[in-house]
Structures are given as C-alpha cells and as structure tokens.
C-alpha cells in the first residue's frame, strides 16, 4: 500500500476528522503538524500546491480537504 | 409502521444530519417511525468549530466529537442513512387521506417518504467573485481555526467586519502574521470586547466601506483587488484571503418551499412549511439563534410534529401503512 501522510493543524476540526476516520478504516499514516514546522508548511506546499488544511498525500496521489470517497478509492 | 426492506417507502425523511436532522432522527425512530436520513456528511457545520462549551451536559467537548456522539446515538436507533446530497424534493401525491413526496438525491436516486424533514443547515457565505473558486486552499480560506498557521510572518486578508472576521484577525494575529488587512464592506460590527484587541495591533490595517472585486494570484494566491464607495480601485498585495462573511443556508434546491429573502424556510412554530406533510428545522429555517442547542430542539420538534401529522393522516392507521403500491405510485 502507498504511504499515507496526513498535513494537519492542531486546531483544524476537519483534521481531526480526517484523523478519525483513517483510524476507524485500519488505515496506517504519518501525520505532520504544519503549524508547528514551517520546513514542513513550505514542503506540503511545494508537494501539493496547497496552503491549507487536511492535505492527504497517498504515494504521489493528493487529496484536498475531507474526502473519504476519494481516499478509499486510492487506498483500495 | 413501513417496511422499508420491501419498498423505497419511509414514514419519514430527514434531509441533513447536523444536531436538527440527527435529533430528529433519534425523535423519530423511538416514535416507531420507519426514518431514512439523508446527508452530504455527519455533522454539518459543528465539525467546523474546534470547541464546543455551551451545549449542555459538556463542559467542553470538541465540536466534531460532540456529533460522533450524535451519530453513535442516532444509529442505537433503527434509522437508515444514506451519505448522498439531495438534489430535489416533490410532492408526487397529495390526498386528503395521505401524501408521499419524492426525495431525489444525486447518488441514490429517488426516495420516497410519507413526511419529510428539512435539516440541511448552512454553510459559509461566498464572495462570489473572480479567483476565489481558483485560489481555494491556495490562499483562500473560509477556516482561519485551520489554516491560519499556514500565514506566519505572511501579509493577509480578512474579509468581513463581523465577529468571525474579528476572530479571524485574532487567529491570524497569534500566529505571527506579518500585517492583516480588514476588508469590510460597512463599517465593523464586531463585538467591542473583540474589535478592542484587533484595532489596538499595530499590524491591523482596516479598509471600511471596501469591497473586493477580484482576487489575483499565479498557482498561490498573491494579491487582492478592492474597490472603495467613490469607485477608487486597490491592489493590496496578500499571500492569504480569509472570507468571513457570513452563513447562506442550504435551501437553494427546494423550489416547493416558501423562504425568507435570505433564502431560510419559512416554519411556524411547530416546524410547519407552507406544504403540509413536509417539516423544517434548525439553522435553514428563520428561527432566530443559530445555536446547536437549538438546533436540536427544533430538530425534537419537528419529528414530534411530523409524528403527530403521521398519525392523523396515515392509512397505517388502519393497518401496516403504504407501500409504493398501496400509495399508487
């Protein structure tokens, strides 16, 4: 399976969401607290093009915001 | 009363599951109603909000913890959910005797229920001008709880003088942001005990009577276009545009119901819409206070007022109740 790595902030409820639900799937990933590193920020943004939080990559696939369809489908 | 295992007949259906829709859900199964919730996503706008502290029995809980525990309450219950954004609603038959409406969503095709109930919340209000669609998560933001940490040291935009866009200047402020322009298009109408902490900041720029026109960037956000009352035009150049301005409700799709001119449902006390047999509750409709507290009690009142037209209209009176067959659907 691709690795996941999920971009967060400590005080973003979606990303809590997000976080809630790849552990109910039985989902291994790496979170990355942006708020906390900005090396990290400035690397989410050059991977992904985006200054915003979730930011799920799985391998070199991205999925923005809060999408379970499009993360099971690139799980799966 | 139905068997929903045998026909797409439900007693009820709930469009929306935020607090209104889930405690009308919890309301209703526990009436015996055969219920089908219908929703985009658990939790509507609650899962936008960090911590909650004013919903009774909590002292603190975090806002998308507090509808997990909804959600764990709702399915003890026998309700079906179905994850799937509502594209229509009709009324496919209206009798004296019994009505059965078509609930249309755009995955699941057409549901059909006896009495419907509409939760389907708000969501945050748009600009509605050029570069916003393009620039989202590129700099633009409708979460400064979110993403303002992304905006260190950055030189932003606040839109809106209200307290969300006060809040906004505040988050953005306690992360180091360089300078925060406030765009408003009136004068500010934030609470004072706020707007005292963010015009004291040096770093706070305030443009009253402002409005954006345009927001420009290459692949990241990279400036914003505003426009004063004389027709006297600015670039401001911004990495990040925080939009506050408000709520629009969830209703656009209903063209059956009344609204109000800001597009919320029109309800009478008992969660009545101008079509009997079909129930509003929560932030979509104009009762004033948009609380979770209240949204959850209207969502209470209106399964107990759906229930009540239930059991004054229904055939099942008089047996099991209707199948698509027995409705002459």
């Not at chain 2, 229509?88 to 609930?103: C, G, I, L, T």
């Amino acid at each position: 399976m691709a690795e996941v790595t999920v971009y967060t902030t400590p005080t973003c409820p979606w990303c809590q969401k997000l976080k809630g639900f790849l552990h109910d799937e039985g989902i291994p990933f790496t979170e990355i607290n942006v708020a906390e590193d900005p090396d990290k920020a400035r690397e989410m943004m050059d991977k992904t093009g985006q200054r915003g939080v979730p930011v799920t990559t799985v391998g070199d696939q991205v999925v923005i915001g809060y999408d379970p369809e499009a993360l099971r489908e690139l799980i799966q | 009363m139905n068997s929903p295992e045998h026909t797409d007949l439900y007693d009820l259906v709930i469009i929306g599951a935020g607090p209104a829709g889930m405690t009308a859900a919890v309301y209703a199964a526990r009436k015996g109603l055969q219920v089908l919730v219908i929703s985009k996503d658990i939790g509507g706008q609650v899962n936008w909000t960090t911590l909650v502290e004013n919903y009774m029995g909590f002292e603190e809980i975090q806002g998308p913890r507090l509808m997990e525990k909804f959600r764990e309450q709702m399915q003890d219950e026998k309700v079906v959910y179905r994850e799937d954004e509502v594209s229509q609603v009709q009324v496919q038959m209206q009798r004296k005797a019994e009505s059965v409406f078509a609930v249309t969503g755009r995955k699941s095709g057409t549901q059909y229920g006896r009495a419907v109930i509409i939760a389907t919340g708000k969501r945050p209000r748009s600009l509605g001008v050029p570069g916003e669609e393009k620039f989202r998560g590129k700099g633009v933001s409708f979460c400064s709880t979110c993403d303002a940490p992304l905006f260190r040291d950055a030189v932003v935009a606040v839109v809106g003088g209200g307290n969300s866009g006060a809040q906004a200047v505040i988050d953005l402020l306690g992360v180091n942001a360089r300078q925060v322009n406030l765009i408003t298009e009136f004068d500010l109408t934030a609470d004072q005990v706020l707007l005292e902490r963010v015009l004291k900041d040096e770093r706070v720029e305030v443009y009253r009577y402002h409005q954006v026109k345009e927001i420009m960037g290459d692949r990241m956000v990279q400036g914003l276009r505003v426009v004063d009352r004389s027709g006297e035009t600015r670039d401001l150049p911004v990495a990040g545009v925080f939009i506050e301005i408000g709520l629009e409700p969830n209703t656009e799709f209903l063209d059956i119901l009344d609204k109000s001119a800001h597009g919320e449902v029109l309800v009478d006390c008992h969660c009545r819409t101008n079509i009997r047999g079909i129930f509003a509750a929560g932030d979509a409709t104009i009762i004033p206070e948009k609380q979770i507290i209240i949204a959850a009690g209207e969502g209470a009142k209106a399964a107990i007022q759906a229930w009540k037209y239930l059991m004054r209209q229904s055939p099942a009176n008089e047996g099991t109740g209707g199948s698509l067959v027995s409705a002459g659907i």
